[in-house]
């Protein structure tokens, strides 16, 4: 299941967890920009943000949850090309929305292509059945489905099997969305929570153990806009003293799992930092895990 793009409207509880039917290619272009901020910060964001913008109306009391698995080859090409700051760089990923659990095979779950173009981020995806997403990007098999944009789904197929493709690294976090309205349509913000990650069972369906792959003491903002951010944004975020960073959870739960270099983003390895508590009307975590102990998405 997917979020819509829309412009907004008062949140709906529960709404994240709802599965939408699969359909055709859904391509954008974007600016994007993050920010890492402490959680003694949030509460000034989100405040800004609630007056300035309207709450996804996917989203529920509590956001919701972003799982995605990354695929890339033997040797990291798609990590490297990252690191390196190559100016056309791409991943793909297998994408669901919504909570963990058992579910069924034919749970619609997004196939992604992202690609950075200089500084314009590129967006093309599928919703597919999750049985028939992994028959395209694990088994390798030419798949079809009604409504879906076949050329799109034989261009995810050759990228697999060209560059002998496979599932690398998993991550998720809780999503907390803002869309824009007026003078700001089309400019999304987003704040995710407890960003965590794992380097084997890449069942989208399991409710695997995972470890934080950034600072549990910190969120990834991330502003998404048609042209350039508004104005404010940049004036909220000098105010309250934020950084434009340049991290990608993908390449964080590379490095978290020592299959790379760690960034200067990780914990420390004795960092005794507790979880935040959880987002309004979201349930409370159970217990206060460290950095390098595990807990599920």
């Not at 919701?64 to 033997?74: A, I, K, L, M, R």
């Not at 809780?174 to 913000?189: F, S």
């Not at 959870?249 to 930092?273: I, L, M, T």
């Amino acid at each position: 299941m997917s979020p819509k793009h829309g412009a907004g409207g008062r949140a709906r509880s529960g709404a994240g967890d709802r599965l939408r039917a699969p359909g055709r290619l859904h391509a954008f272009n974007r600016y994007e920009i993050k920010y890492l901020v402490p959680v003694g910060k949030v509460a000034d964001i989100r405040s800004e943000l609630a007056g300035r913008m309207l709450v996804d109306r996917n989203a529920g009391a509590g956001g919701y949850g972003v799982w995605s698995v990354y695929y890339d080859t033997d040797r990291l090409r798609f990590y490297w090309e990252k690191v390196e700051g190559l100016r056309f760089r791409r991943k793909l990923r297998v994408r669901r929305y919504g909570e963990t659990g058992e579910a069924p095979e034919d749970t619609p779950v997004s196939v992604e292509i992202k690609q950075r173009v200089n500084r314009v981020t590129q967006k093309r995806r599928v919703l597919l059945p999750y049985d028939t997403a992994r028959a395209l990007c694990d088994r390798r098999v030419r798949v079809s489905h009604p409504g879906a944009d076949q050329p799109f789904v034989d261009e995810v197929l050759d990228l697999v099997v060209r560059l002998d493709l496979r599932p690398v690294a998993m991550t998720g976090y809780r999503r907390e969305p803002y869309v824009g309205t007026g003078a700001d349509l089309g400019l999304r913000v987003t704040l995710d929570h407890r960003v965590r990650g794992r380097d084997r069972d890449f069942d989208l369906r399991a409710e695997a153990e995972n470890r934080y792959i950034i600072d549990p003491g910190h969120v990834v903002m991330e502003v998404k806009a048609d042209e350039r951010a508004p104005y404010w944004v940049t004036d909220m975020a000098a105010r309250l003293d934020l950084q434009v960073e340049r991290i990608s959870k993908y390449c964080q739960s590379v490095e978290a799992f020592g299959k790379a270099p760690r960034s200067v983003f990780h914990v420390p390895e004795g960092d005794q930092s507790e979880v935040p508590g959880p987002l309004p009307g979201a349930a409370a975590p159970l217990g206060a895990p460290r950095l390098l102990q595990t807990q599920s998405l």
